[in-house]
């Protein structure tokens, strides 16, 4: 949603700028948008798609830990018994 809103801004501005003779208006604007978006801490949907496989992984490798575990609680529990 927001890389949408982004491209089509970035759009819109190209537009306006392309009809117009400002091309050092230009420039700057797209510096400064450049500046305010690496300050923002984003990343690119290639990263997060990426991180959150690595996150499904580690959920599933967890599962399996914790059925293990109560098993073993299961087979500890059954040699204790007197």
């Not at 290639?46 to 609680?73: C, I, S």
Request: net charge negative; glycine share 2%; proline share 2%.
């Amino acid at each position: 949603m927001e890389t949408r809103f982004l491209d089509e801004l970035n759009k819109k501005v190209s537009e306006l700028l392309a009809a117009s003779p400002a091309k050092d208006i230009e420039k700057n604007l797209r510096a400064l948008l450049s500046s305010a978006f690496s300050r923002l801490d984003l990343v690119t949907r290639e990263e997060f798609d990426v991180q959150q496989e690595v996150l499904g992984r580690t959920r599933d490798k967890l599962q399996q830990m914790e059925t293990r575990v109560a098993e073993m609680e299961k087979l500890l529990a059954n040699t204790n018994k007197p």
